[in-house]
């Protein structure tokens, strides 16, 4: 790599989310989290309405939150077999620490909703940037949970408020991770 790639160019051009699966102790610490969520929500915002927020659930905070999911999804989808449940249940302790970016558009606001939640897909982003950065491993889940009427009252979810990401943090482990196919820029970028 030559210089630009050590620097921050090379962490855009060499970013890779680390699968949750693969996700082992440590997090980061209260220091390190408060720079990962600093990084966060320094992103551009119209308006400057600060249309996200996050709440951060580590440690014990985890399987509440896994029984809340469990609990709500097999209220609403009778689909799901108790082994997906099960699952489910253990979605947030999967990872040391999660952070959940929620959307929170001002729909008071002259400045578009849609403009809004894409300010929060920056901030999800920018977590994975800084986590990235500070050696972490990150992914950005959504999933079932992400939609649920019961897990968004569990986390004191508005009705205007989405579940922008789950953004689990942690330590990778040996597992290699395989680079995964990127776009062809002829098929995405257009000239005029
Ligand atoms: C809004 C959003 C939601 C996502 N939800 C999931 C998900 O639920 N499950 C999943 O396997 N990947 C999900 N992904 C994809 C992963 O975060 C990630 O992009 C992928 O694992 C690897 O891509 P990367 O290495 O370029 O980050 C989601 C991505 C985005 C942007």
Redesign the pocket.
Known sequence: MNDIENGPLGLLLT???S?VKDMVAPGPDADALEDILTAASRVPDHGKLEPWRFIVCQGEGRKPLGDAIANAIAREDDTKTPEMIDRLREFPVRAPVLVIVVSSPNTESRIPVWEQHLSA?AA?QNL?LAATAMGFAA?????AAAYSAGVHEYLGLEAHEQV??FMFIGTRSDRPLAE?PRPDLGSVVSYQ
């Open positions: 970013r890779r989310s699968l897909g999800c994975l992914q950005w889940l959504t999933g922008a990401g995964r």
